[in-house]
């Protein structure tokens, strides 16, 4: 391995050491938690090092956003992956989608609600941001029956969704009834 590769290994190793730092800290304190200075006192680097990675806290919020993209479109595919027929193919995506939502509230949070500086609907959209979009649509676009455009459903029934994962996190929701409002969206489509 030449010096330069070492390097490089060693910086993405870094790199990858910052956002799985600022994602504990994130899960266990909150967003507002996650500070420079908290993450160079726990990663045991100095803050330049953290800015020769990440210009700030947005961008780093940004690759958080990124890498839990990626875990939500391999948790849905493994969900529809397992299931039999396109209900319960659904059904899964609907329960996978939830639950990652409920299991890792402070990257939810980065990929949803929080500015890290990613686009979403166009050209400049991150490869992970669209691979997650292609998780639903790959299990979402038989289900949008006859005339209706595979990815405008797939948005309006992400968009339902992302409502019941926020509105249940908000305690607006009782949890009791969870499973109870995916069955009545998945019953609501029409596929067989």
């Known amino acids: 391995m030449s010096v330069q590769e070492r390097k490089e290994r060693e910086r993405s190793d870094r790199e990858r050491l910052i956002v799985a730092t600022a994602r504990e800290l994130a899960e266990q304190q909150g967003w507002d938690a996650v500070t420079t200075r908290r993450l160079a006192e726990r990663i045991e680097y100095s803050q330049p090092v953290l800015y020769s990675h ?7 919020i940004g690759a958080v956003a990124l890498d839990g993209a990626a ?7 493994a969900a529809t992956a397992a299931a039999d027929g396109p209900r319960s193919q659904v059904t899964a995506l609907a329960r996978a989608y939830l639950g990652f939502a409920e ?5 939810y949070d980065a990929m949803f609600q929080l500015d890290g500086g990613l686009t979403f609907a166009n ?4 490869e992970p941001l669209k691979d997650a979009f292609a998780a639903l649509l790959e299990s979402l ?22 409502g019941l994962a926020t509105l249940t ?6 949890t009791g ?3 109870r409002r995916v069955e009545l969206l998945v019953d609501r489509l029409p596929i067989v």
């Open 169 to 174: 996190r908000a305690g607006r929701l009782p």
């Open 103 to 107: 299991r890792n509230p402070a990257v």
């Open 177 to 179: 009834d969870a499973e």
């Open 54 to 60: 990440f210009r700030g806290k947005r961008e780093i």
């Open 141 to 162: 676009g038989e289900a949008a029956g006859d005339g209706v455009h595979p990815g405008l459903f797939t948005e309006v029934f992400w968009a339902a969704l992302h």
């Open 71 to 77: 875990e939500m479109a391999a948790a849905v595919r």
């Open 123 to 126: 050209d400049d959209t991150p």
